[in-house]
Structure formats: C-alpha cells, structure tokens
C-alpha cells in the first residue's frame, strides 16, 4: 500500500508539472508568433502532456510493434519538451534582461530567431548522446587489507542498462564486447537491467556464456527491477548469469567479501537494515558493497568497507537534471573519497526514457585494486 501510494503521488506530481511545461513552451510561442491560431497552443499542452504516460501505461499490456512505435515517439517527445522548457525558460531570462539594454522590441526579435534553433541543437545533441556506445572508464582504487596476490585484481562494473522495447539490443552487445575485452577477474552489475518489453532470455543465456570472470558476476536489484516485477527480472538476472545480493553477503575465494542491498527507496531499506548487512563483513579482509542508489556510503566507510558502488542516477542523463536530483542524492557520479574508503557512482551503460543524454555519457567502468 505504501508503495502503491507512494508511485500515485510522483505520477500525479509529475504529470503536473509535465503540463505546466507545455503550457509554458505554448505561452512563449504565442508571444512570439502571433501569427499561429491560439486554439491549438491552448489544446495541445494537455493532450500531450496526457497522452505521453497514457502510452507508456499502454505499454505494459500490450507489445505490438505500432505501440512500440508510439511509445518510442512519447520518450523522445518527453525528452525534447524537457530540453526544450529549459531553453525557453533561460531564453525568456535572457530576453527580459536584454530588453532593458535593446529595447523589448528587439530583444524579441532575437528570440524569436535564436531560442527555436537552440532548441533543435540541444534536442539533436541530446538523441546523439542517447545512441552514443558506452565509453570504457578505467579507474584504480587502493584498498586496505587487499592480499599481495589481489594487486591488479580488476572489477568490471556496469548498470542502469534498462533493456526495453526501444533500448537496442546492440547498446547490450557493445557493452559485453568491452567487457570480454577486458577480461576482467570479477564482474559486478548495478541494478536497472531491465524495463517493459524485453523478453529474449535466449539472447541473454547467450551472452552469459560468452562472459565466464573467474570469480563470478554478481549484482542488487534497482528499482525497475520492482516495477518490471520480481519474478520476471529474476529470471533475467539468472539468464545473464548474475548471482543477485538480495540483502545478503558473499565471500569469494580469494578473500574478497561483497555485500548488496535491495533497492533503497522502494523496499524501504532502513540504515539499520543496511548496517546489519555490512556488519557481517569482516573488517579485516578486503570488501565492496553494492547498493543501486547512492546512499550509506558513510556508514561503509565507518565499518572498514573499502569501496562502494551504486549507479541509478545516470549522472543526470539529460542537462539540467543533474541541478535537480542533486537537491535528492549527495553522490551524483564519479570518484568519492572518505579516509580510505572510496565510492563510485556510474553514469550507466543505458539509459531511462527518453533515448538521449545531454552533456552525459553513458559508460562501462573498470577498477583495477591496488594494496593500499
């Protein structure tokens, strides 16, 4: 019940301000092109606003290749109106302050030329990033306690692919084929592997056989993992070959302990639960504690955890939300540091939505552990 409650109200949160912004980018047309009839600018914000998740809703009951299609065409939709609001709202900024140096008359002008072309230039920018392949990022992190024998060990770290019915499958294929070539020891997945409409366990079996890491693969739910359901994302994580942490710890035969958590926010982990999983860590050996959303980093580094490692947050995907979800998570992406704990936050191999990123780059990480 919490959670249904919970998913209502971000839905009806976040179809308010869906069409708050399409009524904005309306207004400032109508402004600027006088000559475009109001009746359309005043029907269209909330029938578009509306129709986009309507779709995505649709999406889940049915998997022809005509809803395929339209819910293509809604995640790029709702890509572009973000992008395009913020444009419009900087450049309404922008105006309003040069038209006390120009002139509003000519301030408008200006707009009316520059804001349009902008918008097509970050929208185009943004579907580029989106179908960009994954940039391969090598990063060293000195762990205490590592045995003289683990000095190179290297971790192949990936999540948020968010499989789909419009995530390529080639998005899947280019990201093992930088694994296989790096032939890691050990090989960790961040949770966010699938969404509504990927179904080819086949393909995912065959992967599976291709990636053989001596120490395993292994990997935590993300939250789409809930909403995909349970049952269904198990047998994925399992086609992939990924032994999943459900709350749980395992110890790898060359010492080296990992633990994982549950998504944090819809199963509602708790710090105390989340401490009662690492203080089954010993101290004295080298660990890694995986959570998909970047939180209780500080309460790793406080129980002798020597690197932590989350994703969820996609680096933001699309500029400026990484501005806005760092008002929600104090880690956003990259390297952290605290004494000699350390914490890595992924852009992701994937992306969510809309098929884009602006100003992100999606990517598949290797860490290579060094003796600290």
């Given at each position: 019940m919490r959670s249904i409650l919970g998913f209502s109200l971000f839905m009806s949160s976040f179809t308010l301000i869906y069409v708050v912004m399409h009524y904005f980018v309306a207004w400032w047309i109508g402004r600027h092109f006088p000559a475009i009839p109001a009746l359309p600018l005043r029907l269209l914000p909330p029938l578009l606003a509306i129709a986009t998740p309507g779709m995505l809703a649709a999406l889940r009951h049915s998997h022809g290749k005509l809803m395929m299609l339209g819910s293509y065409c809604a995640y790029i939709w709702m890509g572009a109106i973000f992008i395009v609001f913020w444009t419009v709202l900087a450049g309404f900024i922008i105006e309003w302050l040069s038209g006390f140096a120009f002139g509003g008359?000519?301030?408008?002008?200006?707009?009316?030329?520059?804001?349009?072309?902008?918008?097509?230039?970050?929208?185009?920018l943004a579907l580029y990033g989106g179908f960009r392949k994954p940039a391969l990022k090598h990063i060293e992190i000195p762990m205490k306690n590592l045995p003289a024998g683990m000095n190179g060990f290297k971790i192949g770290?990936?999540?948020?692919?968010?499989?789909?019915?419009?995530?390529?499958?080639?998005?899947?294929?280019?990201?093992?084929?930088?694994?296989?070539?790096?032939?890691?020891?050990l090989i960790i997945f961040g949770g966010d592997f699938v969404d509504p409409g990927f179904y080819d366990m086949a393909l995912l079996r065959e992967l599976s056989a291709q990636l053989k890491p001596p120490y395993g693969k292994y990997a935590v739910f993300g939250n789409h993992e809930y909403y995909y359901s349970v049952r269904g994302a198990q047998e994925v994580y399992d086609s992939f070959g990924l032994t999943t942490l459900h709350n749980d710890t395992a110890a790898l035969s060359n010492g080296l302990q990992l633990a994982g958590i549950d998504d944090v926010r819809v199963m509602h982990i708790t710090q105390e639960e989340a401490d009662r999983?690492?203080?089954?860590?010993?101290?004295?050996?080298?660990?890694?504690?995986?959570?998909?959303?970047?939180?209780?980093?500080?309460?790793?580094?406080?129980?002798?955890?020597?690197?932590?490692?989350?994703?969820?947050t996609h680096a933001g995907q699309i500029f400026p939300f990484n501005l806005i979800i760092s008002l929600t998570y104090k880690y956003i992406y990259g390297l952290y540091s605290d004494g000699d704990a350390r914490f890595y936050v992924t852009s992701g191999s994937g992306w969510w939505g809309p098929p884009m990123r602006l100003f992100t780059r999606a990517e598949v990480v290797i860490i290579t552990l060094t003796p600290k």
């Open positions: 008359e000519a301030a408008n002008l200006w707009a009316a030329r520059l804001v349009p072309a902008c918008c097509a230039f970050f929208v185009l770290f990936f999540a948020d692919m968010h499989m789909s019915a419009i995530m390529p499958v080639s998005h899947l294929l280019d990201t093992c084929d930088k694994l296989k070539a790096e032939n890691p020891d999983v690492m203080d089954k860590l010993d101290p004295a050996k080298p660990s890694i504690f995986i959570t998909h959303e970047p939180y209780f980093f500080e309460d790793a580094a406080k129980r002798g955890v020597g690197l932590a490692l989350a994703g969820h």
